[in-house]
């Protein structure tokens, strides 16, 4: 017994909970993940956690448990994408053009870099990068930001994959829109519900986001 507290200790001083170790081994398992499953990571980026120019309120909280399922599905050999909110400095989404918002993920800068505690093992597609259109889903997202290249719902589709897990930021708005475009592609849904914050302009938008979700289909998984 003195061992297994001796090992608690040790892992509550490296941040993590006793049994962390095995905790992507236990998601693979349970979620029989595999080589047909990919994970979409939305817009863990500077400027939505807090400090950030349009900061999600604990937006930085879903790093933790999206590297633990980054890490169990390239464990199960699915792919893990990431996408990127990715503006130019001119948006129209922005007050001073007449938008919602403050300026953010202006192209380049830090705000629009990746949480830098966040696991990055994967291709990334950037969405919101015509200044005259705004894009909350990442499968309006092209690889690298080029619209040349591939959209993420054709990569996925290009990849095998029959099955997403979507986690990141935020709930209300992004995380949403691309759940529900992953549901009208065909694809199999689940809703990582430990990994998404919501902005909550109104308190009940991040609840009032999951039930959408799951209106359309997809899978919450606590
Ligand atoms: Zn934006």
């Excluded at 990127?84 to 918002?101: L, V």
Aim: aromatic fraction near 8%; charged fraction near 20%; proline fraction near 7%.
């Amino acid at each position: 017994m003195a061992k297994d507290q001796q090992l608690d200790e040790t892992a509550a001083k490296a941040g993590t909970k006793p049994g962390a170790g095995m905790a992507a081994e236990a998601l693979r398992a349970t979620y029989g993940l595999g080589p047909h499953d990919a994970l979409i990571v939305v817009d863990v980026q500077n400027d939505f956690c807090p400090g950030g120019a349009l900061a999600v309120p604990d937006g930085d909280q879903v790093v933790a448990p999206l590297n633990r399922w980054i890490e169990a599905v390239l464990r199960g050999g699915g792919k893990v994408c990431y996408t990127h909110d990715w503006h130019p400095a001119d948006h129209c989404s922005f007050r001073q053009n007449g938008g919602p918002w403050p300026p953010h993920c202006v192209q380049g800068t830090f705000g629009a870099a990746f949480h830098p505690a966040l696991r990055v093992h994967g291709p990334v597609f950037r969405k919101g990068f015509l200044p005259d259109r705004e894009a909350y889903s990442g499968f309006e997202g092209h690889l690298d930001g080029d619209p040349g290249k591939p959209a993420l719902g054709s990569w996925l589709k290009n990849q095998g994959v029959e099955r997403v897990f979507v986690g990141g930021l935020a709930t209300d708005y992004c995380v949403q829109a691309t759940v529900l475009d992953a549901c009208k592609e065909g694809f199999t849904v689940l809703v990582l519900t430990d990994a998404v914050r919501a902005v909550n302009v109104q308190p009940t938008d991040g609840t009032a986001a999951l039930a959408a979700m799951q209106a359309a289909g997809a899978r919450l998984v606590p």
